[in-house]
């Protein structure tokens, strides 16, 4: 028997950038989703610590340097001969280097772009003054936990986030931890045996 996928029972879980990605979604398609949990996600790519160059240590690898994405954007432009060349996959532990730079350089809205669909504090903003808007019926039950100490997505960004749909949509179903710790600070957290997660 094939499987079958009920998608009445959508839950969407991400982290980092796929945290991001999934809080887009949500807000996209949030009669799709029935709810969504986001750990230590992107959510202000406007705040000082994306858009503005300065020492980064990021989980304590250093600034690296700026020939790095240079060099890596013009192999793929070489890759076919000047063409715009799209990347659909790679292996992440291949990209690191080059995005540890563009978020030390203050590079990342350089890649990112700058249209207001992109910035999921700015679409809560949006939709909350918009005639055609649903309120909180928009927004699907909402998860986010994040490390106080994190040094790859600052936790403000979820506080800014936080603070956004509570004055947008006061009624929505949300809640968000901020906990002791670095980027993935819940490898070992579980159900049973961590105190704010159970609950």
């Keep these: 028997m094939p499987l079958k996928l009920d998608l009445s029972q959508t839950l969407l879980l991400r982290e980092s950038a796929g945290g991001y990605l999934a809080v887009q979604l949500a807000l996209s398609h949030p009669s799709d989703i029935q709810a969504l949990v986001a750990l230590y996600p992107v959510l202000d790519p406007r705040s000082k610590f994306y858009t503005t160059s300065y020492e980064k240590p990021m989980h304590g690898i250093w600034n690296r340097l700026v020939s790095i994405v240079d060099y890596h954007i013009a192999s793929l432009q070489s890759a076919l001969s000047g063409q715009r060349l799209v990347v659909t996959e790679a292996d992440p532990l291949n990209c690191l280097q080059q995005s540890y730079a563009v978020v030390q350089h203050g590079w990342y809205l350089d890649f ?37 100490d994190d040094t790859f997505e600052p936790y403000q960004g979820t506080l800014r986030f936080v603070e956004a749909l509570g004055k947008t949509h006061p009624f929505a179903k949300y809640r968000w931890e901020i906990q002791p710790g670095d980027h993935r600070f819940d490898a070992d957290a579980n159900i049973k045996h961590t105190p704010w997660l159970k609950e």
Aim: glycine letters at 8%; hydrophobic letters at 30%; zero cysteines.
């Design 112 to 148: 990112l772009g700058q249209d207001r669909e992109l910035f999921p504090i700015e679409r809560f903003m949006d939709s909350a003054s918009s005639e055609d808007s649903d309120g909180d019926r928009n927004i699907p039950p909402v998860f986010i936990f994040h490390g106080k």
